[in-house]
């Protein structure tokens, strides 16, 4: 069965940083561009960030910026999503996607795969 499992979402206080991983079974990510999204209560799902399968593109929310890091590790089959500097409005739940594109492309539209997501809470 080829599905992504998103893991690392928890409650965090301002100021705090968490790591969100997504591990593929299944299929290998090896050809996969990554992308990570959130939703958030009440609105529309957003792209966050995106990695080209190759690892050398990256792209980044303005939102985000300067505090999130987008990572894979093909060997472990696994795209990391480094969360500093948590500010309340990062709250959501937040979903690993894949999609089969060329070595130094991502995008966040037509994903393949999705996985069920994990919530992130930023509060006091």
């Known amino acids: 069965q080829l599905q992504l499992v998103e893991s690392g979402g928890d409650l965090v206080q301002p100021g705090g940083s968490l790591r969100l991983s997504c591990v593929a079974s299944?299929?290998?990510?090896?050809?996969?561009?990554i992308g990570w999204f959130r939703q958030a209560p009440g609105k529309e799902r957003e792209g966050v960030s995106c990695?080209?399968?190759?690892?050398?593109?990256?792209n980044y929310a303005d939102s985000v910026k300067d505090r999130f890091t987008i990572s894979r590790d093909n060997a472990q089959n696994t795209v990391y999503l480094q969360m500093n500097s948590l500010k309340p409005e990062d709250t959501a739940v937040y979903y690993c996607?894949?999609?089969?594109?060329?070595?130094?492309?991502?995008?966040?539209?037509?994903?393949?795969?999705w996985g069920k997501g994990t919530l992130v809470t930023v509060s006091s």
């Open positions: 990695i080209s399968s190759s690892g050398e593109l990256t």
């Open positions: 299944g299929f290998t990510l090896d050809y996969y561009a």
């Open positions: 996607a894949a999609r089969r594109l060329q070595q130094t492309i991502c995008a966040y539209g037509g994903m393949e795969f």
